[in-house]
């Protein structure tokens, strides 16, 4: 019932935000065959720290998961809202303040807190 309703009657979805790529990878997707020749042992390195960054990310995961003395957190910051919004070029660039969504997520309970 769900997908007729909001699939097929009124084409709704859930937004899935585009992931965040680091200059690294984005220079390496968006570079030619040799300029990738080129790049390519930084972005061997770039790879497998990425991994190992993963990795010890899982075990904090895991250790807070089985200690109430432990945390594992993530953190981001999230892109600059202007505020009052507005699509009007010249007022755009005239605002003077900006909003942050600074979230933090308990990787061992799954809670998450936004600060705005």
């Not at 009007?88 to 308990?106: D, E, H, P, R, W």
């Amino acid at each position: 019932m769900y997908r007729t309703i909001f699939v097929e009657e009124f084409n709704i979805s859930f937004f899935k935000p585009e992931k965040d790529l680091c200059d690294i990878c984005h220079a390496y997707e968006n570079s030619s065959e040799e300029e990738k020749l080129k790049i390519e042992e930084e972005y061997r390195l770039h790879k497998e720290n990425r991994l190992k960054a993963r990795e010890s990310k899982d075990r904090d995961k895991k250790k807070a998961t089985e200690s109430s003395s432990f945390v594992a957190a993530a953190f981001d910051l999230q892109k600059a809202l202007p505020v009052p919004k507005s699509e009007v070029g010249l007022a755009y660039y005239k605002l003077k303040l900006q909003t942050y969504n600074f979230s933090i997520y308990n990787l061992a309970n799954n809670n998450g807190v936004c600060f705005m």
